[in-house]
C-alpha cells in the first residue's frame, strides 16, 4: 500500500506514529515559512503541515509548490494540533511532514471541490468525476450502496432468488417507449431494451422459482423529469402461489427493513386507501399524507344560491388550510393567480378566511350570508384562523387542480417535512384507463394485471370500472412501487389483449410466448417492483434522483461527460445494414 492510513483515520491516540498518507490536495495555505495542507480522500481530511526550521528547505518549497487536485504522498509523525478542528474527526492532530512525493499533478479544477461549490450543474455533469469527489455526493452513493447492500439482504434472508434476465430483449408493454438496438446478424431487426423484466419474472414463476428478485436496469425512452432517468433502476420482485396481502406484507417488511437499518426510523402502520378514495379525498392516486387538507366537497351547500360559476360546475369542493387565515389579501390574489396559470389551469379561487373574531369574509360574499358561510366552515372542520380554498369546474380535472393547490398549500405552510415519512399502499387501482387520443382503453398498470374476480362481468358492459388487483406503494407523494397479482391463464390474458385492442394475432406475436407458458402449469403469482432511485432520494431527502446516480443523464437524455448520444461511423452503419435519413 501507498499509505500506512487513510485520511479519516487518525486520532490524538496515534500522536507520535510515522504514518504516510496518500490522496488528494484540498487546499494549501501558505504563510510563508508555514504552509499546511488539507490532504482528502474518500475517508476524510487530514491537516499536513511543512513549518520552516523544523521542515527543510527542500520539502518547504515542494509543498509551496502544491496545487488543487494534486495527488500525494506524505509521511511523517503525528501530533498534537495546538489549535483544534472539532468540525473534522482528524481535528485533533496533524501531520508534521517529513517526506513528500507528488505522485500526479492536476490542472486547476473547473470549480471547487468541496461540500459548498461554485460549479454549475452543466459543468459539473461534464466533470462528473471530479464532481464525484465531493464528500457531499459521495454520501449520496455510499448511502445507495447500503440501500442495496440491505435490500439484498433483507431479501435473501425471506428466500428470494437474484436471477439476472437478459438485456436485449424484445419489447416489454410498461407504457413508454423502447430503446431499441439493430442486430447485425439479423439485417433489419432490432432488438428492445427492457422496460422491466415483467415477462421474464413471470417466466421464472412458471419455472418454480417461487421467489424471484433483482435489483436491475430498466429502460424507458420517455419524456425526461427530475424524477426520470431514461435508465433507471428497480428492485423487481415476483412471488409464487400469494395474494395480494402476502405481497403487501412482505414488502412493507422490506421497506421498513430499510428504515430501520440504514435510517434508524422505525416506519409503523402503513396506512392502506383505495384508489377512489385517494381520488376522491386528494384528487391524486399518490397521496401526501404528511399533512390533512383533504378534500371537501361542497355541492350541496354552495349550490342553488345564485352564484352560477358553482351552479353550473359539475363539481364544487375545496380544502382547508389550518392557521393560514393570515394570508394577506395579496398573497391570496397570488394564489389565484398561481392556480390560474396553463399549468394547473383553474378559472379561478374562492376563499373564505376565518377570521380570528369568528367572523367569515369571503371571496362571494355577494352570493353567501354569514350563515351559509358558518354551514361550509363547518363541513371543513374550520376553526378561527383558517383558510379555506374552493375550486370548481368538471369533476377530474377540478379535483387535479386542487390535489396541486393542496400541495402548494402543504409546502408554503412547511408541512412536507423531509424527515417525516408517510408510506401509503394504493390498492384497487382500475384496471383500464381510457385514452382519448387513441379512443381505446389502456392498461393502467400492464396487460398481465388480473381484474378482481367480481368485476370480471364488467369488463363487457362497464370495463372502465373494472378493479384490479393492483396497488402501489407512495411515500409523501412520491409513488416508489407498484405491482400487481397477475394473470395466470391463457383465457384470461387473451381476454385482455382483447379488451385492449389486439388481434389474436398481434397478441401471438407479441406475447404468443407468455400464453404458451401459460399452458404449461403456471401457478398463481403476483409481484412488485420498487424504483430504487426514487427510494434513494427519498431516504436522502431529495427530490432529484439524479443525485443518486452516479452518471447521471442530463434533461436532453444526454451524457455531457461522454458525450453521448453521438453519431455512428459509416463503416459501423453499414455493418448493421442501417441508412440515416434525418426528416428535417
Ligand atoms: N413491471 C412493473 C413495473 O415496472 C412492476 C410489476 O408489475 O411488478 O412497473
Not at 431514461?230 to 402461489?241: A, H, K, L, R, V
Request: charge should be negative; glycine fraction near 8%.
Amino acid at each position: 500500500m501507498l499509505r500506512t492510513h487513510t485520511c479519516g483515520e487518525l486520532r490524538l491516540d496515534h500522536v507520535n506514529q510515522k504514518v504516510t498518507l496518500a490522496g488528494w490536495v484540498q487546499r494549501v495555505r501558505n504563510k510563508g515559512g508555514l504552509i499546511w495542507v488539507d490532504l482528502r480522500d474518500r475517508y476524510g481530511v487530514t491537516q499536513l503541515i511543512f513549518e520552516e526550521g523544523s521542515t527543510e528547505k527542500e520539502l518547504l518549497e515542494k509543498a509551496a509548490q502544491l496545487g488543487r487536485e494534486f495527488v500525494i504522498q506524505a509521511s511523517g509523525k503525528v501530533i498534537e494540533r495546538t489549535s483544534k478542528n472539532d468540525k473534522i474527526p482528524t481535528g485533533a492532530i496533524e501531520i508534521k511532514a517529513e517526506e513528500l512525493t507528488v505522485l500526479n499533478p492536476a490542472k486547476v479544477p473547473p470549480f471547487i471541490i468541496e461540500d459548498e461549490t461554485d460549479g454549475g450543474d452543466d459543468l459539473r455533469m461534464k466533470y462528473r468525476y471530479l464532481d464525484l469527489r465531493r464528500g457531499v455526493v459521495r454520501e449520496k452513493l455510499q448511502l445507495r450502496h447500503r440501500m442495496m447492500q440491505e435490500t439484498r439482504k433483507y431479501m435473501d434472508g425471506q428466500g428470494f432468488i437474484e436471477v439476472e434476465t437478459p438485456v436485449l430483449i424484445k419489447s416489454t408493454p410498461e407504457g413508454a417507449r423502447d430503446f431499441v438496438v439493430p442486430s447485425r446478424v439479423n439485417p433489419g431487426e432490432f432488438y428492445a431494451l427492457p422496460q422491466s423484466p415483467q415477462t421474464f419474472k413471470q417466466l421464472l414463476m412458471v419455472s418454480g422459482f417461487d421467489r424471484y428478485f433483482q435489483i436491475v436496469k430498466c429502460f424507458r425512452d420517455e419524456d425526461l423529469r427530475a424524477d426520470r432517468q431514461p435508465e433507471f433502476t428497480q428492485i423487481d420482485c415476483e412471488m409464487s402461489f400469494v395474494n395480494q396481502e402476502d405481497i403487501l406484507m412482505t414488502f412493507e417488511g422490506l421497506v421498513k427493513s430499510l428504515f430501520r437499518e440504514v435510517k434508524g426510523i422505525e416506519l409503523g402502520e402503513v396506512d392502506r386507501m383505495t384508489f377512489e378514495d385517494a381520488m376522491k379525498g386528494y384528487g391524486n392516486d399518490k397521496p401526501d399524507l404528511r399533512f390533512g387538507m383533504k378534500f371537501v366537497e361542497l355541492d350541496h351547500l354552495a349550490k342553488g344560491k345564485g352564484f352560477s360559476i358553482f351552479d353550473q360546475a359539475e363539481l364544487v369542493v375545496g380544502i382547508n388550510a389550518q392557521g393560514a387565515a393570515g394570508y394577506t389579501r395579496k398573497q391570496v390574489d397570488e394564489l389565484t393567480d398561481w392556480v390560474k396559470r396553463p399549468q394547473i389551469g383553474a378559472k379561478g379561487l374562492v376563499y373564505v378566511r376565518y377570521n380570528e373574531d369568528g367572523s367569515l369574509k369571503s371571496s362571494v360574499d355577494k352570493f353567501y350570508s354569514q350563515e351559509d358561510l358558518s354551514a361550509w366552515a363547518e363541513a371543513f372542520g374550520a376553526k378561527p384562523g383558517d383558510l379555506m380554498l374552493v375550486l370548481s369546474g368538471d369533476a377530474k380535472s377540478t379535483r387535479k387542480q386542487l390535489s396541486e393547490l393542496r400541495l402548494k398549500m402543504g409546502e408554503d405552510l412547511g408541512l412536507r417535512d423531509r424527515n417525516v415519512f408517510k408510506p401509503l399502499w394504493v390498492i384497487d387501482f382500475p384496471l383500464l384507463e381510457w385514452d382519448e387520443e387513441t379512443q381505446r382503453y389502456h392498461a393502467m398498470h400492464h396487460p398481465f394485471t388480473s381484474p378482481k374476480r367480481e368485476d370480471i362481468p364488467l369488463l363487457e358492459s362497464d370495463p372502465g370500472s373494472v378493479r384490479a388487483n393492483a396497488y402501489d406503494l407512495v411515500i409523501n407523494g412520491v409513488e416508489i412501487g407498484g405491482g400487481s397479482i397477475r394473470i395466470h391463464d391463457r383465457a384470461t390474458q387473451q381476454l385482455m389483449f382483447t379488451h385492449l385492442g389486439f388481434t389474436p394475432e398481434e397478441a401471438q406475436k407479441q406475447f404468443g410466448f407468455l400464453m404458451e407458458a401459460f399452458e404449461y402449469g403456471a401457478p398463481p403469482h403476483g409481484g412488485i417492483a420498487f424504483g430504487f432511485d426514487r427510494l434513494c432520494a427519498i431516504f436522502g431527502g431529495s427530490d432529484s434522483i439524479r443525485d443518486y446516480i452516479a452518471f447521471p443523464k442530463n434533461n436532453s437524455g444526454r451524457d455531457v461527460m461522454i458525450d453521448t448520444p453521438s453519431t455512428i461511423s459509416e463503416d459501423q452503419l453499414q455493418e448493421l445494414s442501417i441508412k440515416v435519413a434525418l426528416k428535417k
